[in-house]
Every structure is written in C-alpha cells, then in structure tokens.
C-alpha cells in the first residue's frame, strides 16, 4: 500500500516546493482529478481507467501530486548517506536466473542484481547533447533496418538507463495561430473532407474545431499552450527552438478519422509573428499549405491568479495548469500582473480567434461571377446528371445560381451573372480560393455534390472597376448576339463575284502559299513574284499566343473534379467542366458611398447555334513510329459530339511525316458539341489500328472569343483568284460588328481612305509597295479588312498542335498543323472553302536522242594492234535504275567517234511546282504498300566499251539536272569540261521544263590519277514533253516503231563498222587486206611458186623415167 499524503516525506536532499498537495489534472481525469474503473473477478483493481463515471463504476482514483526541488544545503549529507546506504539499496531479486525480478527478499531467492549509473557531464558548455555521444559509444546503429531486413534494436538487453539531467528548466506560454489550409486533398466521396488540425508540441497537443465539407478550411483558431517546461540554454531554446507538428484529419462520422498529412512548423520568440504557409505532407507527396503562425513566450513570473473565495491560498503549479478552464468559465480575471499578453478575443466558448494584429487585413470586395454553363457532366451514382445548378463559395460568404432545366437541350444557365460581396484580405498571399460546386437536383430533394473544383489564384481575376471597358458598352444584362442584327446584315453581290476569271499560273496552290509563308521558297514557284497573300504559321496551338489571351477572354473553362483518393499516385477524376469567369474589384468600406458599376454587361445568346466547322489538316511530323520498320501508316479520324468521319481509305503508307492535305466539313451544335477531336491512327492490315495520338480543340471558346477566332482575316479582299474570300461577312461587315462589340464610333469611308478610332487609313500605305493583283476586290473593303488587321484580330493562319496519347498522356506524340473556320448558319453560306489537296505529281516524258559521239578515248587495241572502242552509250534518270536504256554498239570506232541515231524514252512522274521527281516504290518485295521519295530529276548519260568475252569497260558519263541543265556546245570542238562547271553564272544554265527541248554537244568526264578529264562528246537532243503530248505526238524507243517525232534513220557508219567475230568476210576485207595487202600478195605469189616447184619435183623422176624406158613404144 502507498503511504498517506501526510506519511509522505521529503527525500534528503530535496525541499518541497509547493506547499501544499494538488490534484494531477493533467491526466485524463474530471474536473477534481478522479478517474474511474470496474473490477471483474478474479482481479482486485480494474485494469482499465475512464474519467467519466458510470452507474456501473466501483472503483474511482487520483492522483496528489508535490513539486519538489534539489536542496543545495543538504547535498553533502546526502552524499555521505548515499555512500552507507549503496551496499544495501538498489538490488532486486530472484529465485532462478531468467525468473522475473522483485524487489524485497525472500528466503528462496538465489539471484540479486542492481543497476550502476553514473552521470555525465560535459567537459565544454557548447555541442550535442551527452546522451547522443553515448548512444554512439554503446554501439548504437544508424539503419533503421539491417540487410534482411528486419529491425535492429539500438541497445543490447543489459543496456543501461540513459537520462539527461538538466539544472534547470524554463517555463514558456505557448499560442498557435492557426487561420487556413488550402489544397488539401479530398478523403471523402463527395470530393471533400472534413478537416481539422491537431497541434502537437513537445507532451501536449489540442486540437482544432472541424470544418465540414471543403478542402480550403478557414479554422481562424488560437490554441494556447498555458504552461510549457522546456530544458536547456534559453539562448539555444531561441536559437533551435523545438519543432511543432501539426496533423490535418478528416473526421468521419463511421470509423476512424482518416489521416490527410502533416506539417512540421518551428515556433518564433518574436511577438505578433507574421502568418505563412507551411507545407503539408503525406506520404512523400504534397498533400496542401497550412496557412499559420506561432508564437513562443518565455515566462519571466509564475502565473498567480486569484479565485473567489480562494484569496488566501497560493496556487501550485499544477493549478496554473487547470486555471484556462476557470477563464471560459468566468471565474478567472487575467490579471494586470502577470507577463503573458491578453489572450484573443473568443468566437465561442473556448474558441479563441486569431487577434487583429496577426489576423491579415480584410477588405470589402466585391465578386462578380459568370455562370455561363457546364459541360461534359459524367453521371453520379449510375444516374446522369440532368439539373444541375451551382454553388460558388469564397471565405465565409456563398452564392447559388438558378437550375438548368435540361441539361442535354441547353447547358447554360438562364441566368447567367451572380453577384457575392466578401471581405478578403488585401495582400495576395492570404487571399482564400474560389471552390465551385455543381449540385445535381434530383427527386425527393435530394441534392449531391456531383463536381467541385478549386480556383487557388485569384490575382488574374481582379479588374479596375473603373477604367475604360474596351470589350463591353452600357446594355442591359440580357440576351445579345454576338452576330450582327438584322439591319448590318448585307447580302453579298453576287455580280461581285462575277469578274472574268484571270488565267493564273497552274503551279499556283495553296501549297505555294503555304510555302512561302513557311519560307521554303523553292516549292512556291513565282508566288511571291506576284505578290500574293501569305498567312501566319504558328509554332504552337493558337490558344498559346499571348496576345489572344489563351481564347478565354469573354468566358475560361475549369474541370470539375470528384472522388476520394486512394491511392498516392492517383488523382482526383475529372468529371466534366464549369464555363464561367470572374470579376474581382474592392468596394469602399462606407456602405454609404455610391458602388463601381458592374463588369459584367453584354452577354451572348444563351441559346444553341448551329455552326458549319470546316477543319483543314495540312501535315504531322515528327510522329512516334508504331511498325516493326520504324514508321507508320497514319491516318486521319475527326469527331465533334456524335458524329464522326474517318479517313482510314486513304492511310498514307510508311511515313514519320505525311501531308495529308484533307479538308473535313461538319455540322454541329454550340455549345452541346463544343470539342473537336482530331485523331491519328496508324493503319493495320491484320490487327486493330492503334492511336498513334489525338488533340481537343474547344469551338465554344473560339465562337465566344472577341479576337474573330472563328474565320482568320486575310491579307488581301480577293474575289477571286487563290486567295478568295471565303467568309460569310464582308470586311465592312465585319468592321461594323467590331464597332458593336467593343463600343466603338461606325468608321467613315471617304475615297480610297477611312477613318476609324481618330485615325486614318489609306490605300496607299499598304498596297503601294505591291505588285498589281488582278483578284482584289472593291477598295471599301480591301480597306476595311485593313483596318481590320490592325486591331490585333486572329489573321489567316495555321497552328501547330501536339498530338498526345491516352496512354502516354505527359509524352508527346508528334505534331500536326492545321486551321478550323466555324461559320453560324444564321448568318448564311459561306464563301468556297480552299482545295489544299496535296499536290499530285504529273506524267511527263524525257526523249533524248544520241545522234553522235566524238573523240570517246580508245580502250582497246585490236588484232592488227590498232586502238579501238567498240562504243555504246546507256541512260536513265536517277530513282529510275529500272529503266536504263542503252544503244546499238557502233563497233570498230578508230578515231573515238559513234554514230547511233537512238531515242531514249523515260517516263516520269514531277511536280513543277517543288521541281522534284515523285517516285513510289516498294522497300522490300513483302512490303504491301509503296514508299513515295521525291528526289531532283537528274539525267545521267555514260559511255561504254563493249566487250564480248569479258566485262564492259566504262569510259566517262555526264549528269545533268534537268532544271539546272548546262548550255550545250553547237559543235563538237567547242564542246569542253568548262560548260559543266558549277561556279559558272547562272546564265550558262538552262532547265529544260521551260525551253522544253534542247540540242548540242555535251562533254563526258572520268578520272585518271584523281583528275577530272575529258572521255568523250556526245551530240544529242533532249526534250520534255507532257503526257498529253507524248499522246499527239507519239514517239518509239531506238528506231522502233512508232519511229515519227523525228523518224531516225539508220546511222551512216564507215564500212569497219562490224563485229569480227560475226563478220569474217568483213574482217579480210577491210582489216587483212587493206593492212598486209603486199604481203598477202607476195604470200600468194611465193605460194603458187613453191606450189608449182612442189609439184614439179613430184612429177620430174616419172616423166623422166617414161622418157629414158619408153614402154608403150
């Protein structure tokens, strides 16, 4: 049993320090120190203790508690009395080793042990802390985990007690002002939480009160920590003080409430600190800010305070810590005497808030809000959304809007402009968010929250509410169409329209346009010779430029977003959109003064327009291959709502880079169908096209936009020609919108110049400087669209777009560029859209004829050793090695010289306008499609030596592009190396599309001992001619029929013209005998001699032997 508060002694060597016994309140106990418990047999006391008592309750307990404190006198008596008394204290006992240890003795007990201490001190009053340098001399180890992973206790099992001791402690006032949270994230279904902050400093911890259903909450709470104890150098304490972990929860009706991170703040000594924001934790991710401040007071006297009818009697300590309780009762008065500031001012009982002087500055501001509608609404709850309405929340203050009837007819809200006046802090840093929810109003009165989103920056949104609106005029807040009234609208003449066509160029397209906006000048031919339009070319999407404001200037999108995160990695899912904007201005602090006027005073039809959409898709580059080869087969797929056209029949094969050069005309409905999708697919044979990627384009945005997003303006007012204009309203029609919609002065018109804005503008100052154009239109308009271009309207233009992949949606994909005009249907047809078909190449054919060839190098030497070439000459076009063609032989040639009479024939297929060579063909022989290249169409022409037994010997060749040809030479001994030097002037060349047919002689060249020299001449005629032509004017290979355009003749080549082996009569005659004519002679002569001797010799001795017998006389 423990003795009695009387029977309870002061140890020698310390001194009581309170006078009297207290009760511990600092406990989970009542208000008199009493906790509570059962006892449930077999035990004798209750394992368990409650403060609160029950009926059912037998036993009850409190702790008295006594401050007490070394005395200095005693110090030396108590050491001696330690020295006597440490051979018989501090052992404990027990009757076999391993048995549990008790403290007195009893007569079977075989073990004792007791435990040495010994105090540390350091040797200098600077460094850590001694326990941290035993901690480490004990062998203590860092790792939280060992190799295999399990934990690793820092001490052995006989490890010693380690404390640290201080001489003194110091007592400190703690207040922690705690204002908001924002962005913090969403625990529960409905998109929210409801959160609330525990504070934890050193022992003691309180908590915030709980803000339902938000993820912003303004707590605007003091929590103040009366009495603190901490140890240690105050100057350190100042230096270092100790951290202050505050932990958000959401509390949860069912279950325990749910961690949503923390964050980890230090105190300041500094009165009235200034509020921050501090980060919240989970995890390792950022889960919002904690907007706070706190403030540590270092107490210099006790706290006395004075209870009715307690006058008399001192206080202890622990008494000062109950005493928070007696100011919310009002028992307690604070008193003049004491160093702590007076405490905040309270909300509610025991709720103080955040004092003035920390609180930010609050002004009266005025929130104006555009409700324009939402989009895209998933369901909630397996059940589609079909009313919604809004509720747009800012501090302490909310708003709601009127509920959309049908959402599928029309999603925006009949009224559309809500006004909410709140007081927000004037310095940026503390301004609270914009939360907007969308409340679904279903049967029953049931009314979810179906979306919310958070609109954290505010600074964007804060206008003067007293300049000069350029973009809105004095109206009454109702229904006012973008589009002209009845009495603008002008039907266009169509006897305008009706101007004799000009014969233009054929090479002249869009393309060439393109191109030379692009800067590729040599695939725009003479285009900008004639001074024609050229359109801006945007590296980016057209909501990226800044001087368009992103498209957002009459109305901004903002996702809406719903669920509960469960998973670190994962983010809320977006559920649809919410339409609308803001208008932020202060109002005076006196009601009484007069209010700005209201920003927000023309607005658009409500109501659904039906538009025409013509999408232009130029070309991708750039794009992520998806074959096996390293390339695609992309195709197009456009979508707007439901309807959906796919391009997939005219894939172009195996290409990084195509140029589709579609144009796709839809219909849809504003704003029900506002995004177009532009889609790439690459094309499979055997398995699903896979989506190479896709961009989102908002045609709500670009109707609504003031900057004329819909139709770019062109440079010129062409009626005709390749830059006609193809909107619906003329340029003064379009002037006199402009006027209406930014609350500007009609223009006056006076001969050939206008006046607009206190300005004028002339004809003169930028027609001028260009060439004469045969398709402008009357001169009003050509200056009207003038002044139109020089209000910083969207000018004709393509944009680039990433493409980006559901899969992969942070990696981009490739690009793509493209335009979109959207034409209302109320204001009738428009103009023809452009033909930006890509251009197709043309079938043309090159004849070249080779009449002669001349002073050829000799290569061989013949049987008679004279030198010789048997020359022929072969040809194609480069990319077409298919179909070489090559001459007769003319054989024997003694003096370099071929005469052949050959035509060659190479079909080809060119584009004028880029003046290269299209060819498709086939990369491997399993490839099902054709790859197109287009490369410059090169003629190459070489010289061979033919040979029969062995291979052919190469003489010399000479390339020649066909649009950079060289002159040729009229006869042959003019003909040198020097007309096929590139660093001639350009005079000295020719392209042979233009003269169309070119004769002469042109060098061949070859090497010898790394020179350049001369191999030979050729005489031909070169000539290009159409696929129509080549039908009127048809003409054979060689000297094959239809040999006509010219006929050619047979070449007159010299009689040694042959082939020897074939010719042997040939060869006697005209290389025997005209070379060893005499020796073939005295051969014949000699022979008949020895002939005639021979056969006299055989004869003489018979006839001489008939002569001398004579048998027959």
């Not at 190479?906 to 290269?916: G, R, S, T």
């Amino acid at each position: 049993l423990s003795l009695s508060k009387a029977e309870t002694e002061c140890p020698l060597g310390w001194k009581w320090e309170d006078e009297e016994w207290s009760t511990d309140l600092n406990r989970a106990v009542d208000e008199h120190g009493w906790e509570y418990g059962i006892t449930i047999p077999p035990d004798r006391k209750p394992k368990s203790w409650v403060p609160a008592e029950k009926m059912y309750h037998t036993n009850r307990r409190r702790r008295w508690v006594r401050l007490r404190r070394r005395d200095l006198k005693q110090m030396e008596a108590l050491k001696k009395h330690k020295t006597e008394e440490a051979e018989v204290e501090g052992w404990e006992y027990a009757s076999l080793f391993g048995w549990k240890f008790h403290l007195k003795y009893r007569k079977t007990d075989s073990f004792r042990r007791r435990r040495w201490r010994r105090r540390m001190e350091p040797l200098e009053k600077t460094g850590a802390a001694v326990v941290f340098a035993l901690e480490g001399a004990l062998g203590g180890v860092t790792d939280d985990k060992s190799d295999d992973g399990k934990s690793i206790s820092t001490f052995g099992v006989n490890r010693p007690t380690i404390s640290c001791i201080f001489d003194y402690g110091n007592r400190y006032h703690l207040r922690c002002y705690i204002y908001q949270a924002r962005d913090l994230i969403p625990m529960d279904k409905d998109s929210f939480s409801d959160p609330y902050a525990i504070v934890s400093f050193l022992h003691q911890s309180q908590k915030t009160v709980v803000v339902k259903n938000t993820l912003n909450p303004t707590w605007d709470q003091t929590l103040i920590f009366y009495e603190i104890e901490i140890f240690g150098d105050p100057e350190t304490v100042a230096e270092i003080p100790p951290s202050i972990i505050v932990e958000i929860y959401d509390e949860d009706s069912y279950g325990a409430d749910e961690y949503m991170g923390r964050s980890i703040c230090k105190p300041s000594l500094e009165r009235s600190p200034r509020l921050s924001w501090h980060p919240v934790i989970r995890g390792n991710k950022n889960a919002g800010e904690l907007l706070a401040a706190f403030e540590l007071i270092k107490r210099e006297k006790p706290a006395i305070h004075h209870i009715p009818g307690l006058e008399c009697t001192a206080l202890g300590t622990l008494d000062e810590l109950c005493t928070p309780a007696f100011f919310t009762e009002g028992l307690l008065e604070w008193s003049t005497d004491t160093d702590l500031p007076y405490p905040p001012p309270q909300r509610e009982t025991n709720i103080y808030m955040v004092p003035q002087g920390i609180k930010p500055i609050l002004q009266r501001t005025a929130i104006e809000i555009l409700a324009w509608g939402v989009r895209n609404l998933k369901s909630y709850q397996l059940a589609s959304v079909t009313s919604p309405s809004l509720l747009v929340e800012c501090g302490d203050q909310m708003v709601s809007s009127c509920v959309i009837k049908n959402v599928k007819k029309n999603p925006n809200f009949d009224v559309s402009v809500l006004f909410m006046e709140v007081r927000l802090p004037t310095e940026e840093l503390y301004t609270p968010p914009i939360i907007v929810k969308v409340i679904d109003n279903r049967q029953f009165g049931r009314k979810p929250v179906v979306g919310q989103c958070t609109i954290r920056s505010l600074e964007e949104f804060y206008c003067d509410s007293y300049g000069d609106e350029t973009d809105s005029f004095d109206a009454h807040p109702d229904d006012l169409s973008l589009t002209p009234k009845d009495d603008v609208l002008i039907d266009i003449d169509e006897k305008e329209f009706l101007i004799p066509p000009v014969q233009e160029d054929e090479f002249i397209d869009w393309w060439s346009k393109f191109y030379a906006s692009t800067g590729e000048k040599e695939k725009c031919g003479s285009y900008l010779e004639k001074g024609f339009d050229t359109l801006q070319v945007y590296e980016t999407e057209l909501e990226n430029i800044e001087q368009y404001e992103g498209l957002t200037d009459f109305c901004r999108t903002f996702k809406l977003q719903r669920g509960k995160i469960y998973d670190e990695n994962e983010d809320p899912s977006v559920v649809g959109e919410f339409k609308g904007t803001f208008k932020i201005y202060p109002l005076p602090d006196d009601p009484s003064l007069p209010v700005p006027p209201r920003q927000i005073r023309q607005l658009p039809a409500r109501g659904p327009q039906e538009c025409l959409v013509r999408v232009y898709i130029v070309r991708a580059f750039s794009l992520q291959p998806k074959d096996t080869n390293g390339k695609c087969d992309p195709y197009l797929k456009i979508s707007v709502g439901k309807k959906s056209v796919s391009d997939q029949d005219n894939y172009i094969p195996c290409t990084l880079e195509p140029d589709f050069g579609r144009m796709f005309e839809l219909t849809c409905t504003l704003p029900l169908e506002k995004d177009l999708k532009i889609m790439l697919y690459d094309y499979d044979l055997l398995s699903k096209d896979e989506k190479v990627g896709e961009t989102v384009i908002d045609l709500e945005n670009r109707f609504l936009s003031k900057f004329g997003a819909c139709c770019g303006l062109p440079e010129t007012y062409c009626t005709s020609g390749p830059n006609q204009w193809r909107d619906q309203l003329r340029p003064s029609q379009l002037l006199q919108v402009f006027c209406q919609q930014h609350n500007c002065k009609a223009p006056i018109y006076k001969q050939d110049k206008v006046i607009f804005k206190g300005f004028e503008y002339t004809l003169s100052e930028f027609e001028d400087s260009k060439p004469p154009n045969p398709h402008l239109g009357p001169p009003e308009e050509r200056i009207a669209l003038y002044v139109l271009r020089k209000q910083g309207l969207v000018p004709e233009h393509v944009e680039t777009r990433p493409l980006y992949s559901p899969l992969q949606p942070d990696i981009e994909q490739g690009k793509i560029q493209l335009w979109v005009d959207l034409f209302p249907k109320c204001l009738g047809p428009p103009g023809p859209p452009f033909n930006i078909t890509p251009r197709k190449a043309k079938r043309f054919y090159l004849r070249c004829i080779i009449w002669n060839t001349k002073d050829v190098i000799l290569d061989d030497i013949s049987i008679t050793g004279e030198k010789m070439s048997d020359i022929y000459v072969k040809g194609w076009l480069m990319g077409h090695e298919e179909g070489k063609q090559k001459t007769d032989v003319h054989y024997r040639s003694l003096g370099g010289e071929g005469n052949f009479n050959w035509r060659f024939v190479f079909p080809f297929d060119y584009l004028p306008a880029e003046q290269v060579c299209s060819i498709a063909k086939k990369e491997h022989f399993w490839s099902l499609d054709k790859t197109e290249n287009k490369i410059p169409p090169r003629l190459i022409l070489q010289i061979w030596d033919n040979d029969k037994f062995s291979f052919d010997d190469y003489l010399g060749s000479v390339q020649m592009d066909l649009n950079r040809m060289p002159s040729p030479a009229k006869s042959a001994e003019k003909c040198s190396l020097s007309l096929t030097d590139e660093t001639l002037s350009s005079d000295r060349f020719v392209s042979l599309f233009e003269q169309k047919t070119v004769k002469g002689w042109w060098p061949c060249s070859g090497e010898k001992d790394e020179k350049k020299i001369l191999t030979g001449k050729i005489e031909m005629t070169i000539e290009i001619v159409a696929e129509h032509e080549n039908e009127e004017r048809p003409a054979g290979v060689g000297r094959d029929e239809p040999n006509m355009n010219p006929k050619l003749e047979d070449p007159k080549r010299p009689e040694t013209s042959f082939l020897w082996f074939t010719s042997p009569y040939k060869t006697m005659k005209y290389i025997l005998w005209r070379r060893y004519k005499w020796l073939i002679l005295i051969f014949i002569v000699v022979f008949i001699l020895l002939l005639f001797l021979g056969i006299f010799l055989y004869s003489f001795p018979n006839y001489a032997a008939m002569k001398l017998v004579r048998p027959y006389s």
